[in-house]
């Protein structure tokens, strides 16, 4: 569904709920707080939230990098519609204790 707000096009629109995580330079939403994992993660620039699932973002290739926490295959994510980076996508994780962040979220914040 895709719904006009204030002439931007989302792609989905979450519902109200008691709080909601959108991008900082578009405000189109992203996560609902029920979806966020944890805030204690640290990104590139700074501190970083790891999310279930997010909507209105697209992601590229994935590629091979070496995190804090050992080697990872991640993808950038960015909205979709301002097209602003947000963080990336876990695709694969190469070491047993990183695996439950396959197929999460990481958003900088």
């Not at 405000?27 to 999310?51: C, M, P, T, V, W």
């Not at 996508?89 to 990183?98: N, R, T, V």
């Amino acid at each position: 569904m895709v719904k006009m707000t204030k002439s931007k096009t989302f792609q989905a629109y979450l519902p109200n709920c008691h709080r909601t995580y959108s991008c900082i330079h578009c405000r189109a939403h992203l996560a609902n707080h029920d979806e966020l994992i944890s805030k204690s993660f640290q990104g590139s620039q700074g501190r970083a939230y790891l999310f279930n699932s997010v909507v209105n973002v697209g992601c590229g290739p994935a590629e091979e990098r070496v995190l804090l926490t050992g080697l990872h295959a991640v993808a950038d994510i960015y909205c979709e519609n301002c097209k602003t980076t947000l963080g990336w996508k876990y695709e694969h994780a190469f070491e047993s204790s990183q695996k439950y962040k396959e197929e999460k979220h990481q958003q900088i914040t």
